[in-house]
């Protein structure tokens, strides 16, 4: 079956540490790969995605993933993390069901210590 | 640019009472969605309309009705609410391409509560 794991709940950083926050997945194909980001109060936000191409992909805000096949991995990653980085973050796998379907992660909740 | 745009933002209602949430979106996207979210379980779809149309159950679909009354609009009706049904709702849409490479953009969300 298809899903998606964040292994982590909840982290807590440091302004200024760097960050990485994982994605595990189980998925048939060459999967669509996306992180989103929900800040509180708001809808979600994508910030990268895969679907081809370099297995490191560039996103907003200073982010970045890579794609690791052998790992079944997506793992998100920000070298210096800013106070304002604190939100929740969803991986999600697609297309699932042979259409645009996502398969999110339960969530990871990130805070940031000043 | 208002993308996604679903209403109402927040409403409470009573075990049994009936209500729709409607989402619009200007960005002619074929295909859309509604997604509920819960803690700690991420987002799981109730139904999605693969293009203007069509309709089909996602994973959580009981309890719900959809309307896809034209390619901008997609409409989400509890027709008997209930408590498990208090979460927080996002409608969604994305672009049917596969170039696109199955982006969704999503709407701010409405919270609802069953009391």
Redesign the interface.
Known sequence: AQS?TQPD?HITVSEGASLELRCNYSYGATP?L?W?VQSP??????LL?Y?SGDTLVQGIKGFEAEFKRSQSSFNLRKPSVHWSDAAEY?CAV??SGG????I????TRLAVHP | NAG?TQTPKFQVLKTGQSMTLQCAQDMNHN?M?W?RQDP??????IY?S?SEGTTDK?EVPNGYNVSRLNKREFSLRLESAAPSQTSVY?CAS?D?RASS?????????SWLTVV
């Open positions: 998606v709940i669509y996306f989103y109060g708001q809808g979600l936000q994508l995605k679907f969803f697609g297309p259409y645009n379907k996502l999110f992660g339960a969530g | 996604v295909s969605y997604y700690g379980m991420g987002l799981r779809l999605y693969a996602g996002f994305s049917s490479g199955n982006t969704i953009y999503f709407g701010e969300g």
